[in-house]
């Protein structure tokens, strides 16, 4: 007879962090989901591969990017936008999967955020050292809605400040099935990834996936 250590054991519990007024982290929220969303990505990079965009600076971005969702969010030299369409492929993005969209409301919920009806997931791909630097997310029509981050596979350090670039920021460990909700009062904080340190993790190997779910109007 076999025996797996872990079939009885429960999902952890999700433990509540608060961060600021309208921003929360939910440890665990999506761990037990972990290598269904990570498959379900899968799925969506077989239409809309990764790839590295350009800022309209010139500069490339360490993280690679992909979209589901009625739209995706796109750099190049033109500028930040939304588009309804993979510019890679001139096909519109793979359709946000059930599950991932039930999480991401659900989550909104837990945050506090209740009519949330995500139309994008951004979906970003830190091979080792590559960082997202501090940044508010403000290229969507409507500040009401939340942004909902859920976080797979390497560990990084996500930083949260506040709607300075130069306000203090607060450090926070990320891991696979965390999940961030920011909103209200915190909707334009300055965020960031510091560059992911070099590990393995059984489920993505050499990288940290981050999905970001938005109501772009
Ligand atoms: O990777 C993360 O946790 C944050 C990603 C992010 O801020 C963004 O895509 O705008
Ligand atoms: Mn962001």
Not at 25 to 51: D, M
Not at 56 to 83: E, F, H, I, L
Request: aromatic content about 10%; glycine content about 8%.
């Amino acid at each position: 007879m076999t025996f797996d250590l872990f079939e009885h054991l429960e999902p952890p519990e999700v433990v509540r962090e608060n961060l600021a007024p309208g921003a929360v982290i939910l440890r665990h929220f999506v761990l037990p989901q972990a290598r269904t969303i990570l498959a379900q990505v899968a799925a969506v990079v077989k239409c809309s591969p990764f790839r590295h965009m350009t800022t309209p600076g010139g500069y490339g971005m360490s993280v690679a990017m992909t979209n589901c969702g009625d739209y995706g969010w796109v750099t190049d030299r033109q500028g930040y936008r939304y588009s309804d369409e993979d510019p890679l492929t001139g096909k519109p993005w793979p359709p946000i999967a059930s599950l991932l969209y039930q999480l991401a409301v659900a989550a909104a919920e837990q945050g506090g955020f209740s009519d949330f009806q995500p139309n994008v997931c951004l979906i970003n791909r830190y091979a080792i050292g590559a960082k997202m630097s501090l940044h508010q997310d403000k290229d969507e029509k409507n500040f009401t809605y939340p942004i909902v981050s859920m976080s797979f596979g390497l560990p990084a350090v996500f930083q949260f400040g506040g709607l300075s670039r130069s306000d203090t920021v607060q450090k926070c460990l990320l891991t696979q099935g965390d999940v961030v909700v920011w909103g209200g009062a915190s909707r334009l904080a300055y965020h960031g990834i510091l560059p992911v340190k070099a590990g393995h993790h059984p489920d993505t190997e050499d990288c940290r996936i981050n999905l970001t779910f938005r109501q772009i109007d």
